[in-house]
């Protein structure tokens, strides 16, 4: 499939799947320079603008070693970006580390997953069909 893209900023990168075929999301990079203190979070750049389908919404992921190595992650994971939408975009990055996290221009910083997507139209009834589960939620299953 074929997305169209707009760079902000010319000299940003283009996404890319950094292993081929064998990736599923694509990463992308900051625009710009931030300082992340522990437990602060900032919105960061990415220098790029895309055109999704209807039909279609892309999603925004962390980068599971920069969660694991330094405590970095996407604040509002899964961040959704609705077909409509024709701004830059942005990445809320969160540091849960106990140490200030430096992101420098070029750094990846988020995953890119386009999903197809389903509308719904609601439909009003009296009651539900009855499941084995029933109510029960919120780790009612307990331990085994």
Same mark, same amino acid.
């Given at each position: 499939?074929?997305?169209?893209?707009?760079?902000?900023?010319?000299?940003?990168?283009?996404?890319?799947?950094?292993?081929?075929?064998?990736?599923?999301?694509?990463?992308?990079?900051?625009?710009?320079?931030?300082?992340?203190?522990?437990?602060?979070?900032?919105?960061?750049?990415?220098?790029?603008?895309?055109? %999704?389908?209807? @039909? #279609?919404? !892309?999603? $925004?992921?962390?980068?599971?070693?920069?969660?694991?190595?330094? &405590?970095?992650? /996407?604040?509002?994971?899964?961040?959704? %970006?609705?077909? @409509? #939408?024709? !701004?830059? $975009?942005?990445?809320?990055?969160?540091?849960?580390?106990?140490? &200030?996290?430096? /992101?420098?221009?070029?750094?990846?910083?988020?995953?890119?997953?386009?999903?197809?997507?389903?509308?719904?139209?609601?439909?009003?009834?009296?009651?539900?069909?009855?499941?084995?589960?029933?109510?029960?939620?919120?780790?009612?299953?307990?331990?085994?």
């Amino acid at each position: 499939m074929e997305l169209k893209i707009k760079k902000v900023d010319p000299e940003i990168p283009l996404p890319k799947y950094q292993h081929g075929k064998e990736d599923a999301g694509m990463d992308l990079r900051a625009a710009e320079k931030a300082f992340l203190d522990s437990r602060e979070y900032k919105l960061i750049k990415t220098g790029i603008k895309v055109a %999704i389908p209807h @039909g #279609y919404a !892309g999603f $925004i992921y962390p980068r599971s070693g920069l969660a694991l190595k330094k &405590g970095v992650t /996407v604040l509002n994971a899964d961040g959704v %970006i609705d077909p @409509g #939408y024709r !701004g830059e $975009i942005g990445v809320i990055l969160i540091n849960h580390g106990q140490e &200030g996290f430096e /992101v420098q221009k070029y750094d990846r910083i988020a995953q890119f997953i386009l999903h197809p997507v389903s509308r719904v139209e609601w439909q009003k009834v009296q009651d539900l069909t009855e499941s084995e589960r029933g109510t029960g939620g919120f780790g009612h299953s307990g331990r085994k």
